[in-house]
């Protein structure tokens, strides 16, 4: 393993070979193994590129004889972009805490701006939580929130110039909403001084809540603390459950929903003032992205950098149009 700390100074020089070495100790670090058949020692084989001047590594198992690189079955599987433009894209992503466009990495690291759209999106499939959570404990408090598609004053969105233009019956109307269209409603719950989770929820209703905190938060062991929403009523027969009413106060004691509220301001701090605009669909993977920083908050960039070198791997499930059913975040 690699002990040193990876500054983005460090990564910055890396060659596309030393990237690759990273890889594989961070893959396999007791030795390269077949990912179909699990044996160990496979033959090495270098190949020089006939019309590039990169050398290929390439390994084939003893056993099944089949070829395989280090990429396989990770996010930079496929990828014609050198590695060490995907580290690079990965330490900013890591470091910056509300976040980077894909416009910043285009011009930062000199791909094109449809390369630099992929990466985001591939970087933060491996930025979601993989396995199992331990469920949330001690002070829990849960909010929910809006995201509105982002107005300029005075120039409507073309959300809204297609809603006038259905009224105005210039446009037919669309046969099938699309499901949340209108309502990007994000509901999370945040352990204090500990791990926020947030999901895009299809209404603030108990009904959909209720199951989701019964799944995420260790019911003997929490004490929930909300704002007065009516979704949230008989939750105190389950566990412990104070309320801070936002029309009579907003501190009582330890009762307070502050926390979940200043996640709330970042995360729409990086919406609103880095991305501009979330394509509604895209916007599980990127509460994923704020998750895995904000959770990752009391570790230093190189850390949280490992941390995420750790999970690229698993074959990538999300393509552009996962349907939301299939979509944990969703
Ligand atoms: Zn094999």
Known sequence: MVTETVTF?????????ECRTYLEKQRWPSGVCCP???VLEPYR??????TKNTVQTLFKCRACRRQFTSTVGTIFEDSHIPLSKWFAAIYLMCASKKGVSAH?????LGVTYKSAWFMCHRI????????VLTPLSGIVEADETY????????????????????????????EKKAPYQDNPTVFGMLERDG???TMRVPATTSSVLKPIMGRMIDMQKARLITDGHPAYRDIKRYLPHDVIDHEVEYVRGDVHTQGIENYWSLLKRGIYGVFHHVGEGYLPQYLSEFEFRFNRRKVSDAERFVALMGQTEGRLTWYCQTPQSQNPHA
């Open 124 to 131: 933060r499939e491996a930025m979601k939580d993989k396995g």
């Open 147 to 174: 995201i509105h598609p982002r107005t300029r004053r005075g120039h409507p969105t073309w959300h809204e110039k297609v809603k006038d233009e259905i009224e105005m019956g210039l446009r037919p109307k669309p």
């Open 36 to 38: 179909r058949c699990g």
């Open 45 to 50: 084989i270098t190949r020089k590129s006939a």
């Open 195 to 197: 791990q926020v989770r």
């Open 104 to 108: 910043q990495i285009h011009r930062q």
């Open 9 to 17: 100074q460090k990564v910055l020089k890396w060659t596309d070979e």
